[in-house]
């Protein structure tokens, strides 16, 4: 391998940087704003361009002033697209912008700013978001002349991805913004204020997690929330492209969770799911204690990484929580079957808080498929990993997903596909058709040649095995008493109510008082079900109680 000076290191990383940095400001001057640094400022020691911890503990971007930088009560509007992720994401931003002096609006027509949280894991939703940022440059051209320009952003994945489409040709936006940039976005902001620029910043980074940013709620009424634990992926499947979007996997400081944790609780959060790319994965490495810790894996599973050593992991993490906050329900997405020792499964067994409701992303019932995904297990691996999971826990409630027509895919392979379906009964499947992203290991090595009717052929196939064997599988419920979270009125009766139980299944029940009680979002209720389809449980409202009341009057 050939070796670099570290001194010319430096100096190349200083130089991509400048780069970078330089793209932000050479597209023409602002009157608005003094003149920046040249390369000079920028190389001497980094004094005149603070690091993203010196921004942290006070230190200022030298030739934008407080005010210069301040949001002004600039009006910005977020639309979110994609995971769950995209929505802790969008708080994080929320965050960053109001304490910089911006206000948020609930109506496009009233903003400064629109800011677009993407999604890059399939064709079909950049081809949405491509769509709309054509019809919010209507807006633009409508813009009252005596009025700042209105401000288009790009941010998360597909701002990595497509940078330089989205700004040299498209030309239709003012800022992009990758996901580890979200600090830099009041400078993005102030310097394309005056219409006549744009900014971007898509540097991934190594180390960070926004653990430092509490996040504001979009909204504060939600009885549930997301908590965002670590970012990134080291899984490299060859078909995601989460990797290249989001760079490598890094761990929040537990601390810090449990801080946030606690804060949501304090204003009436009662469910909280906590969030990662590859969320069992999860290790604190500022964990004294735990660094000799090994990596240990769900026997018969491998990566395409190096195991890693030390920090605490998913399952001290789980305990943590679930210990501190007793009566929050306790979710966590999205994991990776690989990461399901025994030691996790059996935390999720001990504490009542924390559900019995495992996503197990299959992708795949073929182990030749599997093998060409870079999964990191077979069939009969995966097979033998839901047997030991109803050992532990015997009522679970299984998600999975499922990516039909992936490169090469048989009939034969999609059969065994259908037929693991059935062996394993899912409550929830998330089916979808394959799409090939670029840089991606599919993209160098394999070709796309399922033709897309087969591949919705396949889905619709997929989904209606999934769709009887989850009917069957939630009509063994009737007549359980289970436990709700109720979380708002039903769409289809002002009359009715819906919360969801242990396996994250909706549960409708009327909306009727209980002991001189009405039933209110965030209450935990005792029902009785009384019918099922493969989607969504009805009930009878039984009892008020707590998590704990509940588990004790079912031992």
């Not at 050939?2 to 001057?29: D, E, G, M």
């Not at 911006?102 to 677009?116: F, Q, S, T």
């Not at 995601?240 to 400081?253: A, D, K, Y």
Request: include cysteine; charged fraction near 25%.
């Amino acid at each position: 391998m050939r070796r670099f000076p570290l001194h010319s290191l430096k100096n190349s990383i200083l130089c991509r940087q400048w780069n970078v940095y330089r793209s932000c400001h050479t597209r023409s001057a602002t009157k608005a704003l003094p003149n920046g640094p040249g390369l000079k400022e920028f190389l001497i020691a980094g004094k005149n361009f603070p690091s993203p911890k010196q921004q942290q503990i006070g230190e200022k971007v030298p030739y934008l002033s407080d005010e210069e930088i301040s949001g002004q009560n600039r009006k910005v509007f977020f639309e979110v697209y994609g995971c769950q992720m995209n929505v802790s994401d969008t708080e994080i931003v929320w965050s960053i912008l109001q304490k910089h002096g911006y206000e948020k609006v609930d109506d496009v027509k009233y903003a400064d700013i629109i800011l677009l949280i993407t999604c890059a894991i399939r064709e079909g939703a950049e081809a949405k978001i491509w769509t709309r940022l054509h019809h919010l440059s209507i807006y633009k051209s409508k813009r009252p002349k005596n009025a700042d320009p209105l401000q288009i952003g790009v941010l998360g994945c597909m701002a990595e991805r497509l940078k330089t489409q989205v700004l040299e040709k498209e030309r239709l936006v003012d800022v992009v913004a990758g996901p580890d940039s979200y600090k830099d976005l009041p400078r993005l902001l102030a310097v394309t204020r005056n219409g006549h620029q744009s900014a971007v910043n898509v540097l991934l980074s190594l180390d960070e997690t926004y653990a430092d940013v509490t996040p504001v709620r979009l909204n504060s009424t939600s009885v549930t929330a997301f908590v965002s634990i670590m970012r990134g992926c080291d899984n490299m499947c060859s078909y995601c492209i989460v990797p290249f979007t989001r760079g490598r996997e890094r761990s929040r400081p537990m601390e810090s969770i449990e801080e946030e944790v606690r804060l949501l609780e304090s204003q009436g959060v009662r469910e909280i799911t906590l969030l990662g790319q590859n969320v069992n994965s999860y290790r604190d490495i500022t964990v004294p204690e735990m660094t000799k810790n090994p990596t240990t894996l769900a026997p018969g599973f491998k990566t395409v990484y190096k195991p890693k050593v030390g920090g605490a992991r998913f399952g001290e993490l789980l305990e943590r929580i679930a210990t501190a906050v007793p009566e929050v329900r306790i979710r966590f997405t999205s994991p990776h079957p690989k990461d399901f020792p025994e030691e996790v499964l059996r935390v999720i067994g001990k504490y009542p808080n924390i559900c019995k409701n495992l996503h197990l992303p299959a992708q795949s019932g073929s182990s030749t498929v599997l093998e060409r995904m870079r999964r990191g297990y077979t069939r009969e691996t995966y097979l033998e990993l839901i047997e030991r999971v109803r050992n532990i826990l015997p009522n679970v409630a299984l998600s999975s997903d499922f990516i039909l027509g992936f490169c090469g895919e048989t009939h034969a392979e999609f059969d065994e596909t259908l037929s693991l379906i059935q062996a394993v009964r899912y409550n929830v499947a998330y089916i979808f058709p394959y799409s090939m992203r670029e840089k991606t290991t599919a993209h160098r090595r394999y070709q796309d040649d399922v033709p897309e009717d087969t591949k919705l052929s396949r889905m619709k196939s997929c989904i209606d095995i999934f769709r009887r064997t989850a009917t069957d599988l939630n009509s063994e419920m009737i007549g359980q008493e289970q436990l709700i979270l109720i979380e708002g009125d039903s769409r289809r009766s002002s009359k009715d109510v819906y919360g969801r139980n242990d396996g994250n299944i909706k549960v409708i029940i009327p909306k009727i008082s209980l002991d001189s009680k009405s039933i209110s979002p965030g209450d935990y209720i005792a029902v009785r079900i009384t019918s099922a389809s493969s989607q969504v449980l009805k009930g009878i409202p039984l009892r008020h109680t707590s998590i704990r009341d509940f588990s004790e009057s079912t031992l």
